[in-house]
């Protein structure tokens, strides 16, 4: 087992600073939707989507 983890040592380190930014972004995103920021941060008039992509609440404002 030691052996194993001795010849995969960059791999394993690798992977898992991957790992850590992948569950970083998946969490600043997380928590961006819920503060209820857009994911794009584009003008809202020209979007096919605008109806559907923010809440009434933000839309009324």
Known sequence: MFDFIMNNLG???ISAGLLAVIAGVIIYL???KKKGKSSCGCNCSGCALKGTC???QSTEK
Do not use: A, Q, Y
Request: hydrophobic share 35%; charged share 10%.
């Open 54 to 56: 923010h809440s009434k």
């Open 30 to 32: 997380i928590s961006n």
């Open 11 to 13: 791999t394993i380190i």
